[in-house]
Structures are given as C-alpha cells and as structure tokens.
C-alpha cells in the first residue's frame, strides 16, 4: 500500500470516527452538546484536525444525516418487501418510517431538522437523499398519477405525524388509525 493510499485511509477513518462520534454524543445529550470543541476533546485530535474534515458543524450534522437517509431506505425498502400487497406496502413503509423517527429522534432531527446544506428535488441532490424519495415513491407508484407531488406529500404527513410524536403532542397509541387515515387519503385519489 502507497503511503497516499495509507494516508487516504487515515482520512477516511477519522472521517468516520468524526461522524460516528458526533452521532453518539446527539444520541445521548441531544445536538445541543456536540460542538467541534466536544468532538475534538472526545476524539482526541485538535479542532484544526475537524476542520479539515469538516468546514463546521452543519457539515458534521449533514454527514449524520446522510448515513440516517441510508439507513432509512433500507428501512422502508424491508417494509415494503415483506409486504403483502401494495396497500400493504404503503402502510408497511408509513409504519417504518415512523418507527424510524422515534426510534432515532437525534438521527431524525438530523436528517429533517437540524440547518444543513443538503436538498432534495434539485440537480445536486444526493444519492442517498434520492435513494430515501425512491423508497417511498416505490410504495406511492400504484396508487397516483403525478408520483413526485403525491410521494412529496406522503412523505410531508408522515413527517408531520413524526414531529408531533417526537414532541409529544399527538397520542402514540394511534398511530395505525392516524396511518390508515393517511393511506386511505391517499388511495381515494387513485388513478
């Protein structure tokens, strides 16, 4: 191995270690805690060392993100797989998604939240924001003919429900009534 490949390597891993560390601290403390200064500390290199990661914490919080819409498609990718119809589907993947959301609420915030440079519908969309929208227009297809407003608003109440579960302010044992009232929303607009 050439020491650019050793070196690349290092990187990457530091890289990681940054990302995976910044996720651990949100997990526990909330995003409020994670700083350069506290990832430096935790991670034992100097906040110089992050900097040339990273250009700031928004960036740290965008790298969370983008593992946290990976890690959402498999989700909602299994949820629709181990269904038994399409109707199933799109209830199955309503389901993980917002299992997803209370599971993982400091991934989530991330993800939908927190300021970030990431965006969704444009040129410079990223792969793995695409790959998340791909998911839920998979379940949306069957059922619409304009696939792009009828996923964006699928996606909107399912955030919506999310919020207001995260914060407390809807009742937690409803969530499959409040999901079966989505889907049916959605179906009564079918093709």
């Known amino acids: ?5 050793r070196k690349g390597r290092h990187r990457a891993e530091r890289e990681s270690r940054i990302i995976a560390t910044a996720r651990a601290i949100a997990e526990r403390e909330g995003w409020d805690a994670v ?10 290199y100097s906040q110089p060392v992050l900097y040339s990661h990273f250009e700031n914490r928004d960036a740290i919080v965008a790298a969370v993100a983008v593992e946290g819409f990976q890690e959402i498609t498999i989700a909602l990718q299994e949820a629709a797989h181990g269904s038994t119809g399409q109707r199933n589907a799109l ?3 309503a389901m993980a998604y917002l299992g997803f959301a209370s599971r ?3 991934l989530y915030e991330a993800m939908f939240v927190l300021p970030t440079d990431l965006r969704f519908a444009e040129a410079e969309t990223r792969p793995e924001l695409r790959a998340a929208f791909e998911a839920l227009a998979s379940v949306v297809t069957p059922f619409c003919v304009d696939v792009d407003v009828a996923t964006e608003t699928f996606w909107a109440a399912l955030h919506g429900l999310a919020e207001l579960e995260r914060s407390g302010r809807i009742r937690p044992s409803a969530r499959v009534e409040r999901i079966e009232f989505v889907v049916r929303a959605l179906l009564s607009f079918q093709k």
């Open 91 to 93: 209830e199955n993947a």
């Open 104 to 106: 993982q609420p400091a």
């Open 1 to 5: 191995m050439s020491i650019a490949e």
């Open 35 to 44: 700083t350069i200064r506290r990832l430096a500390e935790e991670i034992e």
